[in-house]
């Protein structure tokens, strides 16, 4: 069975600063991790995925994410927040080892981002 | 790249109406194709999910059903709407076989309100 959470129901941070949102997974097999971010009324965009190599994945709008196995983490960063960066953050997992394609979301994070 | 359209994008009916919610998709063939239900602006709710024409899976047992006429045309319908039904209706596909490592491409959404 897959699973992902996303500890923290919304975020704050001031412009400028770094930011994360944090997300932790737990699957059978190997993962695959994605990230994906909803403005409102919009549908969800895709911003990065992680399936193998390099621990540090780097994705649209200047965000990156951390896959990191012992922690069975996978947050998503970015070095200097934006305004224009508030919206509804969702990871996801697809477990290689589960035999299905669909990927689990999580109940999503709200980032804030003050001027 | 794929592109997903829905239609229509807003849509208010009363109790016990019927419903059809259409999407088409571009750029790539033979995709796997999604419903989600996103309520009160968080967590997805997968409804249904298909992976070729004709070939429909439910995820909850509800009043909704999907269809597949064409190899890109995912419907989405109703005989009944209940109050309940209510939400923001987002389309998916991402990309089939070998190639499909899990993410997710989405439309722009139908948000429904059931008066």
């Known amino acids: 069975a897959q699973s992902v959470a996303q500890p923290e129901d919304q975020v704050n941070v001031a412009e400028g600063n770094p930011l994360t949102v944090k997300c932790t997974y737990s699957?059978?097999?190997?993962?695959?991790l994605f990230w994906y971010v909803q403005y409102p009324n919009r549908g969800l965009q895709f911003l990065l995925k992680?399936?193998?190599?390099?621990?540090l994945v780097k994705g649209s709008y200047g965000f990156e994410a951390e896959f990191n196995k012992s922690q069975t983490s996978f947050h998503l960063k970015k070095p200097s927040a934006l305004v224009s960066d508030s919206a509804l953050y969702f990871c996801?997992?697809?477990?290689?080892?589960?035999?299905?394609?669909?990927?689990?979301f999580g109940r999503g994070t709200s980032l804030i981002v003050h001027p | 790249s794929q592109t997903i359209h829905q239609w229509p994008a807003t849509l208010v009916q009363p109790v016990g109406s019927p419903l059809s919610l259409e999407c088409t998709v571009e750029?790539?063939?033979?995709?796997?194709l999604y419903w989600y239900r996103q309520a009160a602006g968080r967590g997805l709710q997968l409804l249904f999910y298909?992976?070729?024409?004709?070939?429909i899976s439910s995820e909850v047992p509800q009043n909704l059903s999907a269809s597949r006429p064409q190899d890109r045309q995912f419907i989405l319908s109703s005989k009944k709407l209940l109050l309940s039904d209510s939400g923001f209706y987002l389309c998916?596909?991402?990309?089939?076989?070998?190639?499909?490592?899990?993410?997710?491409?989405f439309g722009e959404g139908s948000r429904l309100t059931v008066l």
């Open positions: 992680y399936i193998t190599g390099d621990n």
């Open positions: 998916a596909c991402s990309y089939p076989g070998p190639s499909n490592t899990g993410e997710l491409f």
């Open positions: 699957v059978s097999g190997n993962p695959y």
């Open positions: 750029g790539t063939s033979n995709p796997n």
């Open positions: 996801a997992v697809r477990d290689l080892a589960g035999g299905s394609y669909i990927p689990t």
């Open positions: 298909s992976v070729g024409i004709g070939q």
